[in-house]
């Protein structure tokens, strides 16, 4: 690769089973899977639902609030696509409704960032399909 | 039907340790097939004795290592085997091993782990051929490797118990102490706290001498029916015990179906050996446990239970865990001390258990060990193995 290319970040790849989470992303909305078969939910989105193994699942919308599990700040990157992103926080998030998922903290200085800071879904559009759910504090 | 008793270690062989710029000439299959030689010349058997095979092949190799292996070395085993799911993979091989020895399905199985490093980083997981949940949920958020998996545990770890960074650093200070008695170490000069805790920050809270160098090697070790063992050249080390329990995939330390970073696995995979062995951590005369990183260390003295949870690091910081102290762990110096080969690794800890259960661990010997736990760690404490082993049956 040349200097002049920029090494493009990995990104997700839409399958049949979680398309309908990145189309709700693109319209920011945070959805997950309910299963019509036992009534739970769950995340990430799966082609079954986990506690059940049914396929029969909706999407519903959620709060996408909830509060710093544990972090790091990337300051050395392993892929160079986030080369112009350093410092920047790598976190698990634990939202209200219970389900833990990784993101990074945006529009929020690394150094205020903390274990147990409230944080809230930022989304973060990358292409015109695709919308990624970041977090910024609350 | 348990497995305890039934089946023994005699004999292992390593080659010898090398940085990843000084690794030319060496080969993965060269490096496995010295070892296998090794350990077959120092259980004092014939190679045609082997009729089961365990290897664990490099990183970027598929699951055909073992096939590809016994062709290499023309084996012709009735077991095959190749655990693929980082370094709780060794201590399953001997538990896979052992099984299939119990069951008939073979009597002698010799298993190697190793490969060659390549100088510079390693590759990006999560890029080109890992589970597509991973890919889609957790690599476009660029996370640092294994480094910010350990990272996110590490900070949880000090936020949830106060822990400072003494006790991880003495980890590191234990290892290259060790290691600069043990000839096959690579990391051998002393380092002092202060050392640690002023090597660079990589991913905090992540320190340079808190995360494992990758290096070339290649270890193996050869088990056999506790029958043949009693006629072994080496005094058998028997498997009394074992254990694995997962809660999460690979890497994403996200998905865990229990919440807790802090508390991994270990609890059940040593709960299971223990119970199997029918002994308990007060008979334990030596741990050898996986640490890729130093906070793996502390988590596990947890949750193997030589201290209360959240007690680990300082039970680090205020006990002496070196050779002649009062808990000897990693007496061979461990990851932090000797390298990571990649393979290698995930039989590091049973080798050195053997080692010194079998009295040969010379300047490092813990005086008249009769069990000792090996642990393996695969993934970001997701996946956890635990071994009993002695040198009788209790």
New interface residues.
Partial sequence: MSADTPCAKPLPQILPETAGFWEAARRHRFVVQRCTGCGRRQYFPRAVCHHCLSEALAWEEVSGRGVIHSFTIIRQVQHAGFSSDVPYVYAVIDLDEGFRMIANIIRTPPECVRVGLAVKVAFADVTPELTLLQFESA | MSLKGRSAIIGFGETTFAKGRQSGGRSHLKEQCTAARLAIQDAGIAKDEIDGLVAIGPLDHGSSWSMDLAEYLQLRPTFLDTPYFGGAAGNAGILHAAAAIQAGLCRTVLLVGGSVSQPG??A?Y??EDSV??E???????????D??AY???K??YQ?EFGAGEEGFAQVVVNARRHAGRFDNALLRAPVTVDDVLHSR??????RMFEIVMPCTGAVALVLTSAERARDARQKPVYLLGGGQAIDRGMW?????RD?S?TTSPIRRSASAAFAMAGVTIADIDCLQLYDCYTITVIIALEDVGCCAKGEGAALVAGTDLTVGGDLPVNTDGGQLGRGQPYGACHFMPVIETARQLMGRAGPLQVAGARFGLAHGNGGAMANQCTLILGNEIP
Wanted: with cysteine; proline share 21%; net charge neutral.
């Fill in positions: 980083p390693p990006p999560g890029v597509s949940f890919r889609d949920f957790d690599t476009p958020f660029g996370p640092m490797g480094n910010s990272a996110l545990i900070r949880r936020h920050l990589i991913c905090d809270p992540l994403t330390p996200a998905y865990g919440p970073l």
